[in-house]
């Protein structure tokens, strides 16, 4: 089982001299166009990490020269401009292309697949060492649990079956967004309008996210475990956050008014 193809790719590179924020940050930066985007994050020995996403189709042309790429996206934008006037890249830039995120068998007589040989995920999402290691401790389990052979496959059976559904939220979560990203939406009666309302709803969603710690905190745990996907991303909740955002930008209101429903 595949994934849509990745509709980014990405240039990064470790920078000393980057003016630092008042704490340790990772921040996001979209570009103009919608298309791309500049994150930028501390890094050990006072090094900046700045990495860049570009469309897909841009990628042939931009690796012939990858410097002037990733100096050019991040350069454009004011903020990491003003930031950056020191900067000096200190490490050769580095990158990926578009690459499938799959599912693949991972279990037979006498061999068996952990981390990205058996199930690989988009980078952006920061999960693949975590997962690597969590099926390797998966099927270390499945090893030690075998009574004979005919259990070992049946050990490795379920390997592979809690392997999936620890990781199906995160694949299922960045596979839509692939397909919206792609626009593949818009071959759907009334596609344009949905589109649009789509762009409207993430743009509200990231601002609700990003005016309460609270919920930022919520928001960062689903990349490190600490939030369930389905926790954050359930009707009730994410309703609860777009209604608090429009009474407070759009009609004032002080304090939100409802809370969400405890899951």
């Known amino acids: 089982m595949r994934a849509s193809p990745r509709r980014s790719c990405i240039f990064y590179a470790y920078y000393a001299d980057f003016a630092q924020l008042d ?18 994050f501390d890094a050990d020995s006072g090094l900046t990490v700045v990495s860049v996403g570009i469309p897909v189709d841009q990628f042939d042309s931009a690796r012939k020269d ?6 050019r996206v991040w350069r454009a934008i004011p903020p990491l401009m003003a930031r950056g006037q020191r900067a000096r890249r200190v490490t050769p830039v580095m990158g990926q292309g578009p690459q499938d995120s799959y599912y693949r068998q991972s279990y037979g007589p ?7 040989a058996g199930h690989y995920i988009d980078p952006v999402t920061g999960q693949g060492i975590n997962y690597a290691l969590r099926s390797a401790e998966l099927l270390s389990r499945a090893w030690a649990l ?23 939220p995160m694949f299922d979560l960045v596979a839509f967004g692939a397909r919206a990203q792609a626009g593949e939406f818009a071959t759907l009666p009334f ?13 509200r969603l990231l601002r609700a996210i990003a005016d309460d710690p609270a919920i930022s905190s919520r928001y960062v745990g689903i990349f490190n475990g600490a939030t369930p996907i ?21 009609f004032g209101a002080a304090a939100p008014l409802m809370s969400a429903p405890a899951r």
Do not use: C
């Not at 006498?110 to 990205?116: E, I, K, N, S, T």
């Not at 596609?191 to 743009?203: D, I, K, P, Y």
């Not at 389905?230 to 759009?250: E, I, K, Q, V």
């Open 110 to 116: 006498g061999w068996a697949l952990v981390g990205d």
């Open 66 to 71: 990858a410097e002037g790429t990733l100096e």
């Open 230 to 250: 389905g926790d954050f991303y359930n009707p009730a909740n994410l309703a609860t956050l777009l209604l608090n955002d429009s009474l407070r930008h759009d």
């Open 146 to 168: 075998r009574k004979r052979r005919a259990g070992l496959l049946g050990a490795l059976t379920e390997y592979q079956q809690r392997r999936d559904e620890e990781t199906r």
């Open 191 to 203: 596609g344009s309008v949905l589109g649009g309302l789509a762009l409207q709803f993430n743009t």
């Open 23 to 40: 704490e340790p940050s990772a921040m996001i930066y979209a570009s103009d166009d919608g298309r791309g985007g500049v994150l930028v």
